[in-house]
T-cell receptor
């Protein structure tokens, strides 16, 4: 069964509003979570890596004030798209893992964001 | 720097044909992990395999097999006797960096298996 729950699976919002996407690890402690966005027919672009209890590390070109990532607990990380614009419409996917050397990487099922 | 290259953008085969998806990676890390994922049209990512950098043994799982060649920095994926249900986008990915905090995907290869 799914070990990473991502919610919501889809969301439509108006331009200028903020949207929060949650990523929860269901049966393990996720010390590290990765956030990606995927445009149609393109690859997953790593946006940021978040470690529990510390600030997220953003990839070059990703606005940290635009995409707020919080990883306050070992089971929950959130991505907030602030003041969303139509160009933020995309598929956002999270991935979670623990620090154990053989820990698998689990992906959420993604969130399709449409900004109108 | 970490980089994953999947040179094949799209491949079309007829059912029952064998097909190999190429993956070439770049990393300065001595310890890293390589992955293959399948992404069907529904969008979710389906884990296929993980291989660590010290394990160059090839692996076979049913119709799937993987060839890890450290000397050429390649981790190729072969589907034997392809089926229509294999149609999807396949991604190769590399996990590395300090504390394994970098997880990059290749651009993906879209596989079309025709009946």
């Amino acid at each position: 069964g799914a070990v990473v729950s991502q919610h919501p699976s889809w969301v439509i919002c108006k331009s200028g509003t903020s949207v929060k996407i949650e990523c929860r690890s269901l049966d393990f402690q996720a010390t590290t979570m990765f956030w990606y966005r995927q445009f149609p027919k393109q690859s997953l672009m790593l946006m940021a890596t978040s470690n529990e209890g510390s600030k997220a590390t953003y990839e070059q070109g990703v606005e940290k004030d635009k995409f707020l990532i919080n990883h306050a607990s070992l089971t929950l990380s959130t991505l907030t798209v602030t003041s969303a614009h139509p160009e933020d419409s995309s598929f956002y996917i999270c991935s979670a893992t623990s620090r154990l050397i053989n820990s698998p990487l689990h992906f959420g099922n993604g969130t399709r964001l449409t900004v109108t | 720097a970490q980089k994953v290259t999947q040179a094949q953008t799209e491949i079309s085969v007829v059912e029952k044909e064998d097909v190999t998806l190429d993956c070439v990676y770049e990393t300065r890390d001595t310890t890293y992990y390589l992955f293959w994922y399948k992404q069907p049209p529904s969008g979710e990512l389906v884990f296929l395999i993980r291989r660590n950098s010290f394990d160059e043994q090839n692996e076979i799982s049913g119709r799937y097999s993987w060839n890890f060649q450290k000397s050429t920095s390649s981790f190729n994926f072969t589907i034997t006797a392809s089926q229509v249900v294999d149609s999807a986008v396949y991604f190769c990915a590399l996990l590395g960096g300090y504390n394994f905090n970098k997880f990059y995907f290749g651009s993906g290869t879209k596989l079309n298996v025709k009946p």
